[in-house]
């Protein structure tokens, strides 16, 4: 079916991450992630269809930006015209 060089792989110590992007039946592309636990040898799988894919990953880079501390928040430009947040540093004008 689809082409395994795609494979984009995180690993990430006692586990490894795959994300495959493949394509059904009807030619409909889809995003495929695995959860590969090398203790147990157990994969979780799951899949986003094309169509979910843009809202997946904004969900995604929100939440890791909370991780990161970047937690949502109203951009506020200081002197130099950066963001005063200083996780965030976005340059507004
Ligand atoms: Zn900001």
Redesign the pocket.
Same mark, same amino acid.
């Given at each position: 079916m689809a082409e395994e060089d795609s494979t984009i792989e995180v690993d990430a110590g006692a586990r490894r991450y795959y994300f495959d992007v493949r394509e059904s039946k009807r030619g409909d592309k889809f995003l495929k992630i695995t959860d590969y636990n090398k203790r147990s040898k157990k994969k979780t799988e799951m899949f986003v269809w094309f169509d979910h894919v843009n809202n997946f990953s904004k969900a995604l880079q929100k939440a890791v930006a909370q991780i990161q501390g970047i937690a949502d928040?109203q *951009?506020e430009a200081g002197p130099q015209g950066f *963001?005063v947040?200083p996780t965030?540093g976005?340059f507004l004008h």
């Open positions: 928040h *951009c *963001c947040e965030c976005k």
